[in-house]
């Protein structure tokens, strides 16, 4: 299977980007579906949103919620980021990634940089 992420860019701060994540290879609707994103200079990757597999519950880390929206198109095997009034602490590589049980993927990353 393969993750393929897209969207990502400069933005100024209180702008809005949405990201995009294709898949390939597995059955996406089957999936629980996750954004992470990695900092700068952080060694971890932080969970941000996780939708589930039919779409029925999503849950955000506290930093982005009310700012971020998760959702699924499981006929277009994609999975999107809304992100709305954005900070420069949101610069990261954002990463999704599927996951159920002891099956997961990885997509490669979007770099996402809000600077003014």
């Known amino acids: 299977g393969q993750l393929v992420e897209s969207g990502g860019g400069l933005v100024q701060p209180g702008g809005s980007l949405r990201l995009s994540c294709a898949a390939f290879?597995?059955?996406?609707?089957?999936?629980?579906m996750r954004w992470h994103r990695q900092a700068p200079g952080r060694k971890e990757r932080e969970l941000v949103a996780t939708i589930t597999s039919a779409g029925g519950r999503t849950d955000y880390v506290d930093s982005v919620n009310g700012r971020f929206t998760i959702s699924r198109d499981n006929a277009k095997k994609t999975v999107y980021l809304q992100m709305n009034s954005l900070k420069p602490d949101d610069t990261a590589v954002y990463y999704c990634?599927?996951?159920?049980?002891?099956?997961?993927?990885w997509g490669q990353g979007t770099q996402v940089t809000v600077s003014s």
């Open positions: 290879g597995f059955t996406f609707s089957n999936f629980d």
């Open positions: 990634n599927a996951r159920r049980g002891m099956s997961e993927y």
